[in-house]
């Protein structure tokens, strides 16, 4: 009876983690979950669909063309056309404001105007002093035509000319190996033809992202003052 009451004390003891279930052989497996469907485990990331923590391959989303061409100087005939003609001016007399209002459009209101306009200014103005042509700006501007295209996912240059010419299939199909010549081909882009390029990237921002300034198309409430008002003598 001592035996039987010490075992019972043992087994209703708190310290003790409570009976789960039946032992499981040491030969048998537990029974796992099931996987999840592809379509349960499927996120997206910047707009490139994950499936599983891994992306998936470039053909399954084609890239998009750039709205207009690097040299549609004056754009297309559509509602951007007056837009259109805005950025070729800003391009040819002034690239240092339109490059700062293609940051802040892009950074939707996180970068300021000055924060992107006075730095190329700066080396718009070393580059012409010192060696007679703008060389240092488009270092200083071309990651945000690789932020663009890859915003948008946009076709880059190396994977148009690839397309138009039909050679080195291999080396598209290899993402990391595309992007590392994707990039150094914006950077040759900014080099060789800086207005064109920045006019590109102006249209392009202009059809797809609003002014940060402008309010949207949102209603505004006004509020009034209460007038002045007097008290009359009663009758």
Not at 40 to 49: F, M, T
Not at 197 to 206: H, I, K, P, V
Request: aromatic share 8%; with cysteine; hydrophobic share 35%.
């Amino acid at each position: 009876m001592g035996a039987a009451a010490d075992n019972h004390e043992e087994e209703s003891s708190p310290l003790l983690p409570a009976a789960v279930g039946p032992a499981i052989p040491a030969d048998e497996k537990a029974p796992q979950a099931p996987a999840p469907s592809p379509e349960a485990a499927k996120l997206y990331a910047d707009g490139v669909p994950v499936v599983m923590g891994e992306p998936v391959a470039a053909h399954a989303i084609p890239r998009e063309s750039w709205s207009s061409g690097i040299l549609s100087c004056l754009g297309r005939n559509d509602e951007f056309c007056s837009s259109d003609v805005e950025v070729c001016l800003l391009g040819s007399v002034a690239p240092c404001v339109l490059y700062g209002s293609n940051v802040e459009r892009l950074a939707a209101g996180q970068s300021t105007f000055a924060n992107s306009c006075l730095p190329y200014t700066g080396l718009y103005m070393l580059g012409n002093s010192l060696f007679g042509w703008n060389c240092l700006a488009p270092w200083f501007s071309h990651p945000t035509r690789t932020a663009i295209r890859r915003r948008y996912n946009l076709e880059g240059s190396f994977e148009a000319f690839t397309r138009q010419c039909g050679c080195c299939g291999g080396l598209v199909e290899d993402e990391e190996r595309r992007e590392h010549l994707e990039a150094a081909c914006d950077l040759a882009t900014h080099y060789l033809c800086h207005p064109c390029a920045l006019c590109q990237e102006g249209r392009e921002l202009r059809r797809r992202v609003p002014h940060p300034g402008f309010n949207n198309g949102r209603s505004v409430f006004v509020m009034m003052p209460p007038m002045e008002q007097t008290m009359g003598r009663g009758m």
